[in-house]
């Protein structure tokens, strides 16, 4: 089992930025990749960027150029940079891990809201 906290949602202006944080505890030494997804208001939840252990990263058309996903390996923990942020960006935050195995992990969730 692996346990994911977020944290670091909130408010902020069109434009502005903020920095989402996931910590992993339990048995991280088999996750293959995490990442971070997202549920708009009314949408269905989608995938936003994604890092593997060998430091692999993509992102989602939306958000390539503005979001910055990272890592801290020592601290288990990923990182989501969003700058520029538009109204299109609201919604909740989902961090997940997934191990080898096809095992996936989800954190509870961290609401960001962008206003104009």
């Known amino acids: 089992q692996v346990q994911l906290v977020e944290s670091g949602g909130g408010s902020v202006q069109r434009g502005g930025s903020l920095r989402l944080s996931c910590t992993a505890s339990?048995?991280?030494?088999?996750?293959?990749?995490m990442g971070w997804y997202r549920q708009l208001p009314g949408q269905e939840r989608e995938w936003v960027a994604t890092?593997?252990?060998?430091?692999?990263?993509t992102y989602a058309d939306s958000v390539k150029g503005r979001f910055t996903i990272s890592r801290d390996s020592a601290k288990n923990t990923v990182y989501l940079q969003m700058t520029m942020m538009n109204s299109g960006d609201t919604g909740v935050y989902y961090c997940?891990?997934?191990?080898?195995?096809?095992?996936?992990?989800w954190g509870q969730g961290t609401q960001v809201t962008v206003s104009s």
């Open positions: 890092i593997t252990r060998d430091d692999r990263i």
């Open positions: 997940n891990a997934v191990q080898f195995g096809s095992a996936q992990y």
């Open positions: 339990g048995r991280v030494f088999n996750t293959y990749a």
